[in-house]
């Protein structure tokens, strides 16, 4: 394509944006409010994505005795386990250190576990568990041939929890999908409109465009242009408050909880701009949808 | 240049616009189209700038049958047509001189070569100090000279004029036909399309009549 007409493609593009400001603002306004909704839900998914993989690496083990273990068991034990890959005993802990760690925890109220008769905390052994990806079956495998053994009375691993949250992921990853889809084609819906509203505006001026000469595609490529300009401006709005809002919400988070370790994440770069160039995307076919109607009128 | 073989259109009423017209215009002719109103004047020049196409018959424009012409043919074609309208159809947000480079814009001319064939246009045409003008701060005539230019910038093979002259007094009625004449001298053919009998009046140009959609 000549620079000259690229250049004239934008111009027209701009000065059908300008001309047409009122019904270009709402159709921006509210197609970021689609966009702002739809990245919401990215955001809230690639966090909890984020901390189940975090969290659930490496996996911890805990291995709860009846009573305190004999050490020919517990050797026996930490051999079995041994034969699992990737797995590292960390220590024992006995009742007493269960109980002392309780004590140091509990710090100037430790006086109220002075009235138990027997120390009732469970001797364990801690294992860690280094793997790629959490999900994987072994740590089930491994806690069910464990409960097995007469002197275990309950094995827990940091990734139950994290299952459950994996359940949660998938009920979001499944409304993200269909909310997706129906913000997707409300976006695609305000687009079509508001480009259909400026063709109409602009009728008489492709009249006599075609009549001077002007081939469809000429007549079609500032429009195409204005669309994707409007998905851009969308997109954009609905990230940068969708930032703002997220530099607001960890402030408050860390402020009211001091949550270290709730790590909040924003987007990724290339996420972002994966996003950024879907809007634009939405609003090139929002356009081409409504000139398609158009040209066959 | 042009040629129709017994071309009939009609647009689903009882009368059709045009019925069995055949007609022949040479390269370098000037044919005045006369008749009535609804005579099917119009219709017979859209039919050649392709803004219709006939409902049975052919049409050839420079050597293309109009029936079996694509999009990207039909906009080459509408290149080297000029067309004139009664209401002039200028875009009136766009300035004089915008209004006329829009025929080179769309061949993609560098913005240079555009700047100077609208301004060596606009002086032939007599409106080189109205370039910044918009189209409803001009008179009538000055309007239809604007159109001209449209229509002449891009050296067209054929000039269509619909009642050019229709909205105009006399005196600026005389100038835009002088206009035509001597856009006709340069070489280009050119078929104007007029109701008005004082146009006609001690011509000698070729006049074809219309009647109810037939050529009497």
């Known amino acids: ?297 | 240049m042009i040629q129709l073989f017994n071309v009939y259109k009609s647009f689903g009423s009882k009368n059709p616009a045009l019925i069995d017209v055949s007609l022949t215009v040479n390269k370098g002719d000037f044919v005045f189209i006369t008749g009535s109103s609804g005579a099917g004047k119009t219709t017979l020049l859209k039919i050649i700038f392709c803004a219709e196409k006939p409902s049975s018959g052919h049409a050839l424009v420079n050597g293309r049958n109009l029936n079996r012409i694509n999009d990207r043919e039909l906009a080459l074609l509408r290149r080297r047509i000029g067309v004139v309208f009664q209401d002039f159809k200028l875009l009136p947000r766009r300035n004089v001189f915008e209004n006329v480079a829009l025929a080179l814009e769309i061949v993609g001319f560098p913005l240079s070569l555009i700047r100077k064939k609208v301004h060596q246009t606009l002086r032939y045409l007599g409106l080189a100090n109205k370039e910044g003008y918009y189209p409803p701060q001009l008179s009538g005539g000055e309007q239809q000279r604007v159109a001209i230019a449209r229509a002449i910038i891009n050296n067209p093979l054929i000039l269509l004029a619909d009642e050019p002259t229709g909205n105009l007094d006399p005196d600026l009625t005389m100038e835009i036909m002088a206009l035509l004449k001597e856009i006709h001298i340069r070489g280009t053919t050119v078929i104007v399309a007029t109701h008005s009998q004082e146009l006609l009046k001690d011509t000698r140009r070729r006049i074809v009549t219309l009647s109810k959609g037939r050529i009497v």
């Open chain 1, 1 to 297: 394509m000549k620079i000259s007409l690229f250049r004239y493609f934008v111009r027209q593009a701009l000065a059908n944006i300008l001309d047409n400001r009122l019904v270009h603002l709402v159709g921006v306004g509210t197609m970021a409010i689609a966009f702002l909704i739809f990245d919401t839900f990215v955001l809230v998914f690639v966090n909890l994505n984020h901390w189940t993989v975090e969290w659930g690496r490496p996996l911890t083990m805990s291995i709860y005795f009846k009573g305190t273990p004999e050490k020919i068991v517990l050797e026996s034990i930490e051999k079995e386990l041994l034969h699992f890959p990737g797995v590292t005993i960390k220590r024992f802990i006995s009742k007493d250190d269960a109980m002392e760690t309780l004590r140091r925890q509990l710090g100037d109220k430790a006086g109220l576990l002075d009235g138990l008769e027997e120390n009732p905390l469970p001797a364990s052994l801690e294992i860690i568990l280094s793997r790629d990806k959490a999900g994987d079956p072994l740590p089930y495998q491994m806690k069910r041939k464990l409960e097995r053994i007469e002197s275990v009375d309950e094995v827990h691993y940091s990734e139950e929890w994290i299952e459950r949250i994996q359940a949660i992921m998938e009920v979001i990853k499944l409304i993200g999908i269909v909310f997706g889809g129906l913000l997707f084609l409300a976006a695609l819906f305000v687009i079509t409109n508001t480009i259909k509203l400026t063709i109409y505006s602009r009728k008489d001026e492709i009249e006599i465009l075609k009549l001077v000469g002007a081939t469809n595609r000429f007549v079609k490529i500032p429009f195409l242009i204005e669309g994707s300009i409007q998905g851009f401006l969308g997109g954009s709005i609905a990230l940068i408050i969708l930032f703002l809002v997220y530099i607001t919400a960890i402030t408050r988070v860390d402020l009211r909880f001091g949550f270290a370790s709730l790590d909040i994440i924003f987007l990724s770069p290339q996420f972002t701009l994966f996003l950024l160039l879907m809007s634009i995307i939405i609003g090139f076919i929002g356009s081409t949808v409504s000139l398609g109607r158009f040209f066959r009128i």
